[in-house]
């Protein structure tokens, strides 16, 4: 049973740009997919379709064997807040707010009662190793620092899947594997399922699974076959 | 989304903005304490003045001369009318005509001052007689004596006299048989009133009171009344005799058509209606313009709240990324106006009540005027009600847009 399932997805913005033109693919629980491809093949617009945010023109999304076309927006907005983490290339903190606060905020629209809240955002926390900058106002913290914080809020609610979208295109080379080595821990050690959206070789080469996509079709799926190892950076 | 959050989150992003939160809100501010002030002013005074009319007796029946006043130039006529003389006192005085009175008294006000060995000052001087002011109005004579029906029959040069007057002229000395000067006559103080202050229309402190008929004959050179004083037997009877009046009065002066009355009566509940008609009017036309500061007020609040949904674009979109729903950012944007009004109100009901505070300490030192400071408790909790309405109302388009800002393009907004 696939945790989706898309077949020829169309996408066509009202100004006639055709953004996708039939994608078609499936990814299990587990895996760990890059999906790749140069600016303006579509693979943002993918992302956001598969990830709740936006809706395809036509074609079939089946999210959980559902099909996503029949959700109403709470259901959507539901759906977003359990079973799907959110990290994106430009970080989207609340810079005002602390770590924690920032880290918690999903839980705002969950019905989890407060009492768990805390104890939950600081595990979270921990999980990305920022205990020690729990307290911090998100816009004091460098960017590797911010990702790890937009990781964690991603992670708060235990979404069975997790979309990131050029998660490090806005990091150093140190942060940015920083970035990848949380991400296959987390796939390799929790299970979580990972959709990485990259249009560089070397950061898809950190995952299991690569689809490339070039003027709004997948051209290829393939297996990643000498996968990196983000850890072994820093050895 | 758990309300404390909702109000938590719309707090920080107010106080972010501190001075554009305030100026935001100013309209606010000065509109709810507009209505604080002139409503709590407005009580008071109405207070104080029906207070005042309380005085003058229910029993109390006024006869004036001239058209009745519908405005301000009504009553200058009617200051210079004549129809109210010796002979309208008699047909009135007559139980055949008006059964129902127990006592009446015309009335002559007189410009001018008094003076006393080199000092001058500047009385009401009222023509009257005394009987009807101690036994009606309640002034008491404390030192020395009234007058009575014998000194009005023989117009006779005597007054009673306030203890500011005394004051004034005598200072510290006994003012009882000493001889006043009133317009190149001289009158002799036989009594002195108690001192009391305000009552009705004169301050008792302030008062010459001297017989009527001598007021007629020295002073006002003239042998008309600027009004006639009647108290009825009983509060029951003052609709009779106010009809009696009436009849009696057109009678004699020959007229058919009440339009035409060259006088008019007027009783303590319908001077008490007229104030309050007045003050009324005054207060449904300020608040008005105290609407009007609200309607602007609440626009402003409109315009910045736009701006912030604008500026936020990328936050919107972020929240519902993680899961918020339209309702939720809705709620959010709501309450963060509401927050915006109320604390204005909040704000506005402070000033308001400190400035009505004020006012009664002001009218108190400056004009002597005892205006009772009651806390405008019911105007206090329409205000804030009226500021949080303000809120919902102007607050509601702004975010209704920004609930409706779909995730992608919210997220992409730079």
Same mark, same amino acid.
């Given at each position: ?7 020829? =997805? ?7 740009? *055709? ?33 709740? =945010? ?12 559902? $099909? ?6 709470? *259901? ?45 955002? $600081? ?62 821990? =987390? ?12 249009? *560089? ?35 | ?76 006529? !009617? ?19 008006? /059964? ?5 008294? /015309? ?26 002011m101690t036994?009606?109005?309640g002034l008491v004579v404390s030192?020395?004596?009234s ?27 006994? /003012? ?16 002195l009133f108690e001192k009391r202050?305000? &009552?009705?229309?004169?301050?008792v ?59 008019? &009566? ?16 005054? !207060? ?91 806390? /405008? ?38």
């Amino acid at each position: 049973m696939s945790l989706l399932q898309v077949s020829n =997805l169309i996408k066509t913005y009202s100004d006639g740009t *055709e953004a996708l033109r039939g994608a078609t693919f499936s990814v299990d629980r587990g895996e760990f997919v890059a999906i790749m491809g140069p600016s303006g093949s579509g693979k943002s617009t993918l992302l956001h379709i598969i990830g709740l =945010l936006d809706k395809q023109t036509s074609g079939e999304y089946l999210f959980e064997e559902k $099909k996503i076309a029949d959700f109403k927006e709470e *259901e959507l907005a539901m759906f977003r807040n359990k079973k799907m983490g959110f990290v994106f290339q430009m970080f989207n903190l609340l810079p005002k707010a602390t770590v924690l606060e920032n880290v918690k905020l999903p839980l705002l629209y969950s019905h989890l009662p407060e009492s768990k809240w805390e104890d939950l955002a $600081k595990e979270a926390v921990a999980s990305v190793g920022l205990s020690h900058r729990i307290n911090n106002l998100t816009w004091e913290l460098s960017g590797g620092e911010k990702q790890k914080v937009a990781i964690a809020r991603a992670l708060i609610n235990k979404p069975e899947i997790i979309f990131a979208d050029e998660p490090t295109g806005n990091l150093d080379s140190k942060s940015g594997q920083a970035v990848m080595d949380i991400f296959q821990k =987390l796939n390799k050690e929790k299970g979580h399922t990972i959709i990485l959206i990259t249009h *560089e070789t070397y950061t898809a080469e950190h995952a299991k699974r690569v689809l490339s996509i070039k003027d709004g079709v997948i051209e290829s799926d393939k297996p990643i076959t000498n996968r990196r190892l983000a850890s072994s950076f820093f050895k | 989304m758990v309300l404390k959050y909702t109000f938590k989150t719309a707090t920080r992003a107010l106080i972010t903005h501190k001075v554009r939160s305030f100026l935001t809100i100013l309209g606010i501010v000065i509109g709810i304490a507009a209505i604080i002030l002139v409503s709590s002013v407005g009580e008071s005074a109405n207070n104080v003045i029906v207070g005042e009319l309380g005085g003058l007796g229910a029993e109390t029946v006024v006869i004036r001369p001239g058209k009745e006043p519908k405005g301000p130039t009504d009553i200058a006529e !009617t200051l210079f009318s004549d129809s109210l003389k010796e002979r309208e006192l008699e047909a009135l005085k007559k139980k055949g005509n008006v /059964p129902d009175i127990a006592d009446i008294s /015309p009335e002559i006000l007189v410009p001018g001052s008094v003076s006393y060995a080199g000092e001058t000052y500047k009385p009401v001087i009222l023509g009257f007689s005394a009987d009807f002011m101690t036994d009606t109005l309640g002034l008491v004579v404390s030192e020395g004596a009234s007058f009575g029906e014998a000194e009005i029959r023989a117009r006779s040069k005597v007054a009673v006299i306030g203890r500011k007057v005394a004051v004034e002229l005598f200072g510290n000395n006994n /003012p009882i048989g000493e001889q006043i000067q009133i317009k190149n006559n001289k009158f002799r103080v036989v009594g002195l009133f108690e001192k009391r202050g305000q &009552v009705v229309f004169f301050d008792v402190d302030e008062l010459v009171l001297v017989p009527y008929s001598t007021a007629q004959t020295y002073l006002s050179g003239n042998d008309y009344y600027t009004q006639i004083i009647a108290r009825a037997v009983s509060p029951e009877k003052v609709d009779g005799v106010v009809y009696d009046i009436k009849r009696t009065l057109r009678d004699l002066h020959k007229i058919d058509d009440p339009e035409k009355d060259d006088f008019y &009566v007027q009783t303590q509940q319908g001077l008490v209606e007229q104030v309050e008609s007045i003050i009324g009017v005054f !207060t449904l036309f300020l608040s008005l313009v105290v609407a009007v500061s609200l309607v602007v007020g609440g626009v402003g609040i409109m315009n910045i709240m736009l701006v912030s949904v604008t500026e936020r674009t990328k936050e919107i979109g972020l929240r519902k990324a993680v899961g918020a729903t339209s309702k939720d950012i809705m709620l959010q944007f709501l309450t963060e106006a509401v927050i915006l009004t109320f604390a204005g109100g909040l704000i506005g009901v402070i000033i308001g009540v400190s400035l009505s505070f004020m006012v009664s300490v002001l009218a108190k030192l400056i004009a002597g005027f005892a205006l009772s400071f009651v806390f /405008p408790i019911v105007p206090a909790l329409v205000g804030i009600f009226v500021s949080v309405l303000v809120g919902v109302v102007f607050g509601i388009y702004p975010a209704r847009e920004a609930s409706k800002k779909s995730p992608i393009e919210a997220l992409r907004y730079e």
